[in-house]
């Protein structure tokens, strides 16, 4: 069976500090990989999406940017946080159309 | 561009009652994908149920079923039999189809529904 993992879950730093969270997936190869970010009250919001090694799209202009190296590895990182970065990380895959797998989540505070 | 509408922020229904979440989205394309997704206190998000814009019959899983109205572009999901393991924030969600669009959902700002003892 299909399993994604996104660690770390938790995170507090500082404004202008760098950022990597990672996912990754097992169980399937070649899918297709996404970060979303779920602000406070929000709904979510399509970061990046990748659907091959060394693919990445970006939805929207920001600070963040996000690297496959690896078929099942997708990673988010920033060179300096905002503030304005804090929020919910969810990383996912998708099998067919729309059906998305996500993970545990990641809860960024910049502070 | 599309957008997703969820118009009740909060709602909550009896244990063993029956409860349907709103939702509404603006689209100019004919073919595309509806969902709901449910996301738990435990924050792991997991789809709920899939409704193909091209069929006319309403999707259901289980206690789950769907109004889907493509002329008034209405989707709602009703839950029958409610049950505290409900209790969860539900996103309603739209694709398009194609496939340079696998995946890439447009999400509503969610509802919160209480399942009440």
């Known amino acids: 069976s299909q399993t994604i993992h996104q660690w770390p879950a938790t995170l507090v730093q500082p404004v202008g500090s760098p950022l990597s969270l990672e996912c990754t997936v097992e169980?399937?190869?070649?899918?297709?990989l996404y970060w979303y970010r779920q602000a406070a009250g929000r709904g979510l919001q399509l970061l990046f999406y990748s659907v091959g090694i060394g693919q990445i799209s970006s939805e929207v202009p920001q600070n963040l940017s996000a690297s496959r190296p690896q078929d099942r590895q997708f990673i988010l990182s920033s060179k300096k946080l905002l503030l304005s970065d804090s929020g919910f990380y969810l990383c996912?895959?998708?099998?067919?159309?729309?059906?998305?797998?996500f993970g545990e989540g990641s809860r960024l505070t910049v502070l | 561009a599309q957008t997703v509408t969820q118009s009740q922020p909060e709602m909550s229904v009896q244990e063993a009652e029956t409860v349907t979440l709103s939702c509404t989205y603006d689209?100019?394309?004919?073919?595309?994908?509806l969902f709901w997704y449910k996301q738990p206190p435990s924050r792991q998000m997991i789809l709920v149920i899939r409704?193909?814009?091209?069929?006319?019959q309403n999707a259901t899983e289980n206690r789950f079923s769907v109004n889907f109205q493509k002329a008034a572009k209405s989707f709602s999901l009703k839950i029958s039999d409610s049950q505290l393991g409900d209790t969860a924030m539900y996103f309603c969600a739209f694709m398009k189809h194609g496939s340079g669009n696998t995946g890439k959902l447009i999400f509503g700002q969610g509802t919160t529904l209480q399942v009440k003892p």
């Open positions: 996912a895959w998708s099998r067919r159309a729309g059906e998305l797998f």
């Open positions: 409704q193909e814009a091209y069929k006319q």
């Open positions: 169980g399937t190869s070649n899918p297709n």
């Open positions: 689209t100019s394309e004919n073919n595309y994908y």
